[in-house]
């Protein structure tokens, strides 16, 4: 009985706090959601979904997601096994790669402003190269696309270390001797990563994949570096209901709605990405 | 055809040599044993056969083609490891099919083989559940079966069978030694059993701190230790060992009895018997009995000879006491010597 306890116990603390600066903050928020003047109502999120922004902010945001997510995981799963598989510089390397995490979305979304800006160090090196003679405004309110490439690069570089670190984890918990019996039983590189690697390596492929998507919904200093207004997501309209249109409640519901969807995925992966408990390494 | 020549095979981990120079050919479908202690470098021997380590010298040829530059998938063989490596993420049955989809067998094949091989090692009842749900045993026969379904040139073995109850092992070396002999299969097979080696081998080869000290025949090794250790090493209880004193040209003293033995400079060598080789009677060694423990069809009496400890089996109706002096005759053809410096037999 003691034994039992003891795990719940020491994970008290830890609960509390959850519930006093989480739980509370959070019911506070459904609550202002859900009523307008002290009555309970949906016009909250009628107000969001019929704003005209409202249908463009839902498609960048996912369509974001959709493509940074996926490349990400690629790019994070090849240089994890770059990494894992180097002998000596091993961590040297993983810090280099990690560099980017120490930078805050609001820098990073700066450091790409500095780039892309029409006198940034693209468009200096392109004039320079002779490729241009006027500056190009790649930011511009008429270039979507190119803003959105360009959120989506930051993005790239910005949080592709965060999995790959945890998939170099990952990779380190699979014990050699799989590798070494694949490989005797005529399974190449690539059929080891796919037969082994990618098996064996999936509660950690859940836990970063579920992390960057959430983090994916919540995008929202880079896009206002680089695009401003022209780039709506998800979390810069909540942003604006609360401090441009100052209507909390609407800010509100837009902020259920971002946790709904990041609830909604992070149930899906874990379905989608779950271990069966015997088949456990 | 897939005979295997190590040649000149040493290893090294850092300032650590694990193997020495060794030396060692393996002909067409022979079963090879490797015997030794623990920590005397199978594993390691075995390891820069399949290509999971490199030597750091010599050569190793398999099926007149030299290998050791090559990745183990392409030398045509097949393993079971000392630690199983049975994957945690499959299936039994996919576990033993593994190899054979990587060689993209028809499915059909595939069952067949892997229904087979499972029947031959009992787990057929086990082909549903994952790595994590089989005992020890079990899951060493997962991996056992899953190197027989290849049906490769080159099988090999690391202590397939240690992880076995007496019974089941005892049947299951008959059937493997039945399987490896109707398949045309060259087989190294590493274990620490002598028991298991003598019931198994064609030929056994003897390693002792990173080197082979003999590779011969079973009833060779039990009958001609090429060296002490061997002697030592081989045959429960092992081989009595008594120095000798020169007592002529071909002469030799041993605890108070002159034998005829080698024609050497030494002054002193070392006489050797198997603890069967010798007849308790009116002539023979001084001995003093100590010990005396009763086997059943024998009788094991350890003794006091020239201050040294000596076993020998005698018949199980042999009368003796503790404190009593006995007389041991050796039989005269089974007497071996021993250089006492080089350790070798003279
Ligand atoms: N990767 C390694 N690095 C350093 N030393 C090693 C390494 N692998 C093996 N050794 C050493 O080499 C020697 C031989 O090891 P090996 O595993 O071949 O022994 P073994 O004969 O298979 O023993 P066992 O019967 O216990 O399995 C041991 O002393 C071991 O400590
Ligand atoms: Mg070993």
Redesign the pocket.
């Known amino acids: 009985m003691h034994g039992k306890a003891l795990p719940y116990l020491l994970l008290m603390p830890a609960t509390l706090f959850l519930c006093v600066f989480f739980l509370y903050p959070f019911v506070l928020v459904a609550f202002e959601a859900l009523t307008r003047d002290g009555a309970f109502t949906l016009d909250n999120f009628r107000a969001m979904a019929g704003s005209w922004k409202f249908p463009v902010t839902v498609r960048n945001t996912l369509l974001l997601a959709a493509i940074v997510v996926p490349i990400q995981l690629v790019m994070a799963l090849l240089m994890a096994s770059v990494v894992s598989r180097l002998e000596t510089g091993r961590s040297a390397a993983l810090y280099i790669f990690a560099i980017p995490l120490g930078i805050s979305d609001l820098a990073a979304g700066l450091i790409w402003l500095a780039i892309f800006d029409q006198s940034g160090f693209l468009n200096t090196l392109l004039a320079h190269l002779g490729v241009v003679d006027r500056p190009i405004m790649f930011l511009g309110y008429q270039s979507k696309l190119t803003i959105f490439i360009a959120v989506a690069l930051a993005e790239i570089w910005r949080a592709t270390a965060i999995m790959m670190v945890i998939l170099v984890a990952g990779m380190g918990l699979i014990p050699k001797e799989y590798y070494e019996a694949a490989e005797v039983f005529g399974a190449g590189p690539w059929k080891r990563f796919v037969r082994i690697t990618l098996p064996l390596l999936r509660p950690s492929l859940q836990t970063a994949i579920i992390l960057r998507v959430i983090l994916a919904f919540e995008v929202f200093a880079v896009v206002a570096a680089l695009g401003g207004t022209n780039l709506p997501v998800l979390m810069g309209e909540t942003y604006n209901w609360q401090f441009t249109l100052q209507d909390r409640n609407v800010a509100a519901a837009s902020a259920l709605l971002i946790l709904a969807i990041s609830i909604g995925f992070t149930l899906f992966f874990l379905r989608v990405l779950r271990v069966p408990k015997e088949a456990r390494i | 055809m897939a005979e295997i020549a190590i040649k000149g095979v040493a290893k090294r981990?850092g300032g650590?040599t694990?193997l020495h120079q060794v030396n060692l050919a393996i002909a067409d479908q022979e079963f090879m044993v490797l015997l030794?202690a623990?920590?005397?470098?199978?594993?390691?021997l075995l390891r820069i056969v399949a290509g999971l380590e490199t030597p750091s010298q010599g050569e190793v040829w398999i099926g007149g083609r030299r290998v050791d530059h090559l990745p183990p998938r392409e030398r045509g063989i097949a393993m079971v490891f000392?630690n199983y490596a049975v994957f945690p993420h499959l299936t039994v049955f996919e576990n033993i099919a593994f190899g054979l989809r990587m060689k993209k067998l028809p499915q059909a094949d595939v069952e067949r083989r892997v229904n087979r091989t499972a029947e031959l090692m009992h787990i057929e009842q086990l082909l549903k559940r994952y790595s994590g749900q089989l005992s020890g045993g079990q899951r060493q026969r997962v991996a056992v079966a899953r190197a027989l379904a290849m049906e490769p040139d080159v099988i090999l073995m690391d202590e397939p069978l240690s992880n076995l109850d007496a019974l089941l092992r005892l049947e299951m070396r008959a059937e493997l030694k039945g399987v490896l002999a109707a398949s045309k299969t060259t087989t190294i097979y590493v274990t620490?059993d002598q028991v298991e080696a003598m019931s198994l081998a064609d030929r056994i080869a003897v390693m002792h701190q990173g080197r082979i000290v003999q590779a011969a025949s079973p009833v060779e090794v039990y009958r001609n230790p090429a060296a002490r250790f061997v002697g030592s090493f081989i045959g429960n209880p092992p081989m009595n060992f008594i120095p000798a004193t020169k007592a002529g040209n071909g002469s030799w003293s041993v605890a108070g009895l002159t034998l005829p033995g080698p024609k050497s400079d030494k002054q002193k060598i070392e006489f050797a018997i198997r603890p069967e080789d010798v007849d308790a009677g009116s002539e023979g060694l001084h001995a003093t009995v100590r010990v005396i423990e009763p086997l059943g069809p024998h009788t094991l009496v350890t003794c006091d000879v020239e201050g040294g400890l000596f076993r020998a089996i005698l018949e199980s109706n042999a009368s003796v006491k503790v404190g009593e002096q006995l007389r041991l005759a050796p039989k005269p053809d089974r007497v071996r010597w021993f250089d006492p410096e080089t350790t070798n037999a003279l």
């Open positions: 981990f650590f694990a030794g623990s920590g005397c470098g199978k594993t390691t000392q620490h």
